[in-house]
């Protein structure tokens, strides 16, 4: 099979029985549109199924400030409870196997 290259002219396909659909499919004048469609309409049922919730890039960051902050204010009351452990990799490792 050949086809027609606007750089290199004329080129010939080998394994024409195993590349001929493909190439077909891929030089056909509606494959990209066909592509771009078919991507728009998945992000819409995307959307249709799971609607967006509007966030600005500072609300997110907003957000992810007041989940650390929680997290440290949680980590200070463990520490104040005596709820944590002074230990090497090692001892982790065996501690952490041993409760499995």
Known sequence: MKIQT???????????RATDWWTKLLLHPLFVPGVLLAGLAIRLLVAA??????????????ARAKEMA???????????????????????????????
């Open 6 to 16: 606007s750089t290199f002219g004329d080129q010939t396909i080998r394994g024409e």
């Open 70 to 100: 929680a997290a440290l204010q949680e980590a200070k009351a463990d520490v104040d409870a005596g709820r944590y452990t002074t230990e090497n990799v090692a001892e982790h490792m065996q501690r952490v196997a041993d409760e499995l």
């Open 49 to 62: 199924v799971i609607p967006p919730e509007p966030m600005s890039d500072s609300a997110w960051y907003i």
